[in-house]
């Protein structure tokens, strides 16, 4: 049989999980094969990447979008319960599609729209026209797009859902983790020497860096691991900027947390000679750094070499 796409394993997920325990990704992926009497060689069968089955793959997406609308939670990373939304919807009896998601719940509508992959030849049907007050199709574009435009725009969607996946990582790690990883992509982004302060001694510092590989000036760090719903606001700031007085008196120094600062702080911020990195920012910095990812297929874009056939 043909591998069922991942809109089509939504139901089988949710089936998976439908006791209300907190199950692990092998042991769902195992339960939906085993309902689909999948053979061993479907279950082999690689992406082009040859780093991850097509199954595994499909069954990560389907995960993906039931958690964008609402019908899972994740207790722990790779980990997976259905929520009391997603018990509803499964023991109704209606079919599951990205019709009626996007109709229904509204955070997932918006990850619809904003992934903006549909093919522009195709006319808008069942699966990509819902979700719009005007009847327009969700994700559609408004005119036909080049290859390189769809090729920037699914780019464009795998690196958003790697970067929200990245920062739930960190989120689950400890906060001395966080600060050694601070440190860390500093030294990627080629800056000099660094190292994490002391706990017990830091004063209000977790980090120290050179700004250089020769060691001429140091930037002092304040790493927070809060939750990404907080909003950091000007006091945070102004304490750092006290610890900045010394002694040492350093003059530059990195704020960097997983959540948001207010704009009263990055006002502050910026009269103080204090960069501030957010979730949002930090999860660019690590996936442009390769810090905490792998590459899992390169494509290179050629053009003819208009020169070379110049005679």
């Known amino acids: 049989m043909a591998l069922p796409k991942y809109n089509e394993l ?22 939906i094969a085993q309902k689909l009497h999948l053979t061993q060689d479907e279950l082999e069968q690689k992406l082009s990447s040859g780093k991850q089955t097509v199954f595994s793959n499909r069954v990560g997406w389907a995960k993906t979008y039931l958690k964008k609308a609402g ?36 955070d997932f509508a918006e990850f619809w729209a904003s992934r903006q992959v549909a093919n522009p030849s195709k006319k808008a049907g069942p699966e990509n026209t819902a979700g719009r007050a005007d009847g327009k199709s969700v994700g559609q574009p408004e005119a036909a797009e080049t290859p390189q435009e769809t090729l920037d725009r699914v780019y464009g969607v795998i690196n958003k859902q790697l970067a929200e996946d990245l920062l739930e990582a960190v989120m ?11 440190v860390d992509l500093m030294k990627c982004m080629n800056y000099g020497d660094g190292f994490v ?24 760090i304040q790493a927070k691991r809060w939750n990404p719903n907080t909003v950091i606001g000007k006091p945070e700031i102004q304490k750092f900027a ?5 002694p040492p008196r350093i003059e530059k120094g990195l704020f960097i947390s997983t ?21 949002q920012k930090l ?20 053009q003819i070499d208009n020169d070379f056939f110049d005679e």
């Open 10 to 31: 939504y139901t089988l997920f949710l089936a998976a999980v439908q006791d209300g325990k907190v199950h692990g990704m092998a042991e769902i992926r195992a339960e």
């Open 71 to 106: 019908l899972l939670h994740s207790p722990k990373r790779g980990s997976f319960q259905i929520s009391e939304e997603g018990y509803r919807l499964l023991t109704s009896g209606e079919d599951i599609t990205n019709d009626l998601l996007c109709g229904r719940y509204s």
């Open 172 to 182: 689950e790690q400890s906060p001395s983790f966080f600060e050694n990883l601070v």
């Open 197 to 220: 302060t002391k706990t017990s001694h830091d004063e209000g510092i977790d980090g120290i860096i050179h700004e250089d590989k020769l060691g001429f000036n140091l930037i002092y």
């Open 242 to 246: 006290g610890a900045m007085m010394g």
């Open 259 to 279: 959540a948001s600062f207010s704009q009263g702080a990055r006002m502050f911020a910026e009269a103080q000679h204090i960069i501030l990195v957010d979730g």
């Open 283 to 302: 999860t660019e910095l690590m996936i442009e750094c390769g810090l905490g990812v792998f590459t899992q297929k390169a494509y290179f874009i050629k």
